[in-house]
């Protein structure tokens, strides 16, 4: 229903994700409590094939209002839905494709959003190449970078599979050791040569601190 190529226009079902920054191409485990979003978990497994947009919010333990939500969201499949002792929700999500929110359409008894898909875009092939192999490099030969990164056996199989840019790019940086408001600048951006050049200013970084 949604490639990661193509740029689509629809309508769904949505739900926040709180301190969580959802990328594509990755897995994430949520626990539902807010009435609204298992309302909006329904209409999507009911309605509309599983997918439901994700709204990453930072948690300051505020009640959420729309005006502080990213307009940079993501569109995700929900692949396991089950109800905890406590009666909320344990959701296993993948993330599919970013998304631009275009209208709340509707805020009871759930949000509704329309949106557009945003598929990652390539501004310099030659860059992109030059740093990826770069970051490659780090990741192979210094032992030095594996600490910062949350799961290394998921990045070193990764490095094996011949993964195109694009999904190297979100995959590392999913499971970069980094903080909400880092990790959040690569979802807002959809140029894939960027986001290498941020995993490589990342790292290094780290290199720097830990060395």
Request: charge should be neutral.
């Amino acid at each position: 229903m949604f490639e990661i190529t193509q740029k689509i226009e629809e309508q769904l079902p949505a739900i926040l994700v709180t301190d969580i920054v959802p990328l594509p191409g990755s897995e994430i485990r949520v626990d539902i409590n807010r009435n609204e979003d298992v309302k909006a978990l329904k209409s999507a497994e009911y309605y509309r094939n599983h997918v439901v947009v994700l709204l990453p919010i930072k948690d300051d333990k505020k009640s959420p209002s729309i005006d502080t939500y990213h307009v940079r969201a993501m569109v995700a499949k929900i692949v396991l839905n089950m109800t905890n002792p406590n009666g909320s929700r344990r959701v296993k999500l993948q993330n599919l494709v970013r998304c631009d929110i275009l209208e709340f359409v509707l805020t009871t008894p759930h949000l509704q959003v329309k949106f557009t898909t945003m598929p990652s875009i390539n501004s310099s092939l030659d860059e992109e190449t030059a740093t990826l192999n770069l970051i490659k490099q780090e990741l192979v030969s210094n032992n030095k970078m594996m600490p910062v990164l949350e799961n290394k056996d998921v990045i070193l199989a990764a490095l094996k599979k011949g993964l195109s840019s694009t999904e190297f790019s979100d995959l590392v940086a999913f499971n970069l050791s980094i903080n909400y408001e880092t990790r959040m600048k690569y979802l807002l951006e959809i140029d894939t040569t960027k986001r290498l050049k941020f995993i490589l200013e990342d790292l290094q970084k780290q290199k720097y601190c830990s060395g």
